[in-house]
């Protein structure tokens, strides 16, 4: 059974810039959520995603937005972007939610310069 | 929202030695996880353990729900262990909140 797969693995943008990351869950998994990782914050809870529905954000700007397909397949982009949002991003898929286990992506690694 | 600490921050071990990890959370929760962030950024599931005892050979884990802590036991430490040890929980919210992870060497 293939993972948590996240494209791209890498990226480098300019500040201002806008970018869109991929995460496809575990086969059959409904719940997507995403998480930023930054040396300074630790690992931040950005949204999380069920049938197509967002159920939880977290305390970040309006300029992070996501959103989930019909296959469950997850989308999240960030618009202006700014030296501060250089980061890992993390992807967790989970069968359900009811409070089940999270299995997570290999991340992408965003830097804007 | 949920306050979770991880202790120590940091751990040296030299190999063959014996650790243990505590994360302490500060309300009751529904789900509980321990990972282990490996060196190119992947967060590995070691275990699910909202309550109880688990074990997966060298490692186990213990969650005492009632008293908000968890704990992570690694024996005969190699140095394949050394990386990142995060603690997540969940309340009923759909989210996880980490801790700041323990970061563990283990030493040859």
């Known amino acids: 059974k293939a993972g948590v797969t996240q494209t791209p693995r890498y990226l480098i943008k300019t500040r201002g810039q806008q970018v869109t990351l991929s995460c496809s869950p575990i086969?059959?998994?409904?719940?997507v959520s995403w998480y930023q990782q930054t040396p300074g914050q630790g690992l931040q809870f950005l949204f999380e995603y069920f049938s197509e529905t967002q159920r939880n954000k977290g305390n970040f700007p309006g300029r992070f937005s996501g959103r989930q397909f019909s296959n469950s397949r997850s989308e999240m982009n960030v618009s202006t972007l700014e030296l501060g949002d250089s980061a890992l991003y993390l992807c967790?898929?989970?069968?359900?939610?009811?409070?089940?286990?999270?299995?997570f992506g290999q991340g992408t690694r965003l830097t804007v310069v | 929202g949920i306050q979770v600490e991880q202790s120590p921050p940091d751990l040296i071990l030299q190999e063959g030695a014996n650790s243990t990890l505590r994360c302490n959370f500060s309300d009751s929760v529904n789900n509980l996880q321990w990972f282990h962030q490996n060196p190119w950024g992947q967060l590995i599931n070691l275990f699910y353990i909202p309550s109880g005892t688990k074990q997966n050979g060298r490692l186990s884990a213990t969650t005492v729900a009632t008293e908000r802590y968890s704990l992570l036991y690694i024996s005969s430490s190699q140095t394949t262990d050394s990386g990142v040890y995060f603690c997540a929980v969940e309340r009923d919210d759909y989210k996880l909140s980490f801790g700041a992870g323990t970061t563990v060497t283990v030493r040859a």
């Open positions: 967790a898929s989970s069968p359900d939610r009811g409070f089940t286990e999270a299995f």
């Open positions: 086969s059959g998994h409904r719940s």
